[in-house]
Nanobody
Framework: VQLQASGGGLVQAGGSLRLSCAAS????????MGWFRQAPGKGRDFVAG????????YYSDSVKGRFTISRDNAKNTVSLQMNNLKAEDTASYHCAADSSSRYYISRFTSSYTYWGQGTQVTVSS
């Protein structure tokens, strides 16, 4: 599967952005999906994940209550609504697909098989 992320940009602190990730292929609903972010000079950190059906979600503590992950299996897309953005949210955001049969949403990069290119989010304070 190929993943294409979009929607990044420059926003003031307190503002909102919505990221989207479009997936190719007919098996999108078989993958749990995740969003990760990577700031300059740092590792890639888990942000949010969603189950195959979309009924279960999982967030890092740093974004819980501000970000919402969702998916549309009919359109092969996963989105990340980001509200009340902070300067520390500045990073390159990557969507990823977990092709394993694990029943839980993983927060580890090693669990994800396919990755999209990053979309840059910059929050000015």
């Amino acid at each position: 599967v190929q993943l294409q992320a979009s929607g990044g940009g420059l926003v003031q602190a307190g503002g909102s952005l919505r990221l989207s990730c479009a997936a190719s292929g007919r098996t999108f609903s078989e993958y749990a999906m995740g969003w990760f972010r990577q700031a300059p000079g740092k590792g890639r950190d888990f942000v949010a994940g969603i189950s195959r059906s979309g009924t279960e979600t999982y967030y890092s503590d740093s974004v819980k209550g501000r970000f919402t992950i969702s998916r549309d299996n009919a359109k092969n897309t996963v989105s990340l609504q980001m509200n009340n953005l902070k300067a520390e949210d500045t990073a390159s955001y990557h969507c990823a697909a977990d092709s394993s049969s694990r029943y839980y949403i993983s927060r580890f990069t090693s669990s994800y098989t396919y990755w999209g290119q990053g979309t840059q989010v910059t929050v000015s304070s």
